[in-house]
């Protein structure tokens, strides 16, 4: 009888290991659908897929879905994108975040994730899930990135809906679009009636100092921009204004390498020097410097009016610096006008 029962727990035991030993594999065996996530802080289509879209799938799927966070911190990190970007066909302009990709399915834009993303989710689980894409450069991006699902990056960025920034930064960014075109409107204006006879009269006195001061100004400001653009640091926007984002943008570099800070800074240097030369100079260059700085002033605030238009609508994102260095600029052009408007106003004889 002894024997029989020790027969019986031997066997239990017997039973109850290799049970436990099949339950494991199980368990691990699980299918797993691995994503990467590209974003940017300050980006407000970024912050509501950080924190209205995820959490939700994240909390349904748990340890089945597994999410890779790369934040795009400066330009060094944005190239990179544009080149894994171009390694999946895709070029420049069809590029922004946030960008999701998973296996070799791209999903750019909050809507895009918004609607495709689960199921997506549900046909690679159906499927018996899917590892990271296997591509070098995205094994280089990588170790930079943390996991979605252990990290309460979510629960420390704020909502774009309750924070307001980009609903103020945009009202200020048509208040000052509306801006730059009456000022053009007026300056045509005064340039028509110059053509007539009737110039502005010059600015005398501590008038006259307000160019130099705004160039100083705006010159601060480009250099600033130029700085965050070389160093790849984060840009101190303030309460209004998504800067960062403006910053990583393709548009940032015209012609794709040159920094727009810095052409800035080269145009505001320009204006001060030739405002310089006039004050100390009486040589024929002398003569020509109001309507020199009446140009570059005119093709700043064109250019303003551009940049402008981009952050409305292509980068739905604007800076607090550009949109400063815009109202400067333009100013400038205003302040400039009585000298373009006398030289217009002189005769051929006079001449």
């Not at 920034?165 to 007026?186: D, E, H, S």
């Not at 204006?189 to 705004?214: H, Y």
């Not at 390498?257 to 310089?276: E, S």
Request: aromatic residues 10%; glycine residues 8%; charged residues 10%.
């Amino acid at each position: 009888m002894r024997k029989t029962i020790i027969l019986l727990i031997t066997l239990l035991l017997a039973f109850t290991a290799t049970a436990g030993v099949k339950a494991a594999p199980f368990q691990e065996e699980q299918p797993v659908v691995h994503a990467v996530l590209f974003w940017t802080n300050g980006c407000q289509y970024c912050s509501q897929t950080l924190t209205t879209i995820l959490p939700p799938l994240q909390d349904k799927y748990q340890s089945q879905l597994s999410i890779r966070l790369i934040e795009l911190a400066g330009s060094i990190d944005v190239d990179n994108l544009y080149a894994f970007g171009a390694s999946l066909g895709l070029a420049k302009e069809q590029i922004a975040v946030p960008f999701l990709l998973v296996d070799h399915t791209m999903l750019i834009g909050v809507d895009e994730i918004n609607t495709r993303l689960p199921g997506l989710v549900e046909n690679y689980l159906a499927s018996g899930g899917v590892e990271y894409p296997d591509m070098p450069l995205l094994s280089e991006l990588f170790p930079k990135g943390v996991d979605f699902a252990s990290s309460n990056l979510y629960l420390q960025l704020v909502p774009p809906s309750a924070a307001g920034t980009n609903t103020a930064g945009t009202t200020m960014a048509w208040v000052i679009m509306v801006f730059m075109g009456l000022a053009l409107v007026f300056a045509i204006v005064m340039i028509l009636r110059a053509l007539q006879g009737k110039p502005l009269n010059e600015f005398k006195g501590w008038m006259d100092l307000i160019v130099p001061v705004l160039s100083l100004l705006g010159l601060g400001a480009s250099i600033y921009l130029t700085y965050v653009e070389v160093t790849h640091t984060r840009a101190l926007c303030g309460p209004v204004g998504d800067c960062n984002a403006v910053q990583t943008s393709p548009y940032a570099k015209l012609f794709g390498f040159l920094p727009i800070g810095l052409l800035g800074a080269i145009g505001y240097t320009a204006i001060l020097v030739t405002w310089l030369w006039r004050r100390i100079r009486r040589d024929p260059l002398a003569k020509i410097a109001g309507p020199a700085m009446y140009a570059m002033a005119l093709f700043g605030t064109l250019f303003s009016v551009y940049l402008t238009y981009l952050e409305l609508f292509v980068i739905h994102a604007v800076c607090i610096w550009c949109l400063s260095s815009a109202v400067i600029i333009t100013t400038l052009m205003l302040f400039n006008l009585p000298p373009i408007t006398q030289w217009l106003a002189i005769s051929d004889e006079d001449e």
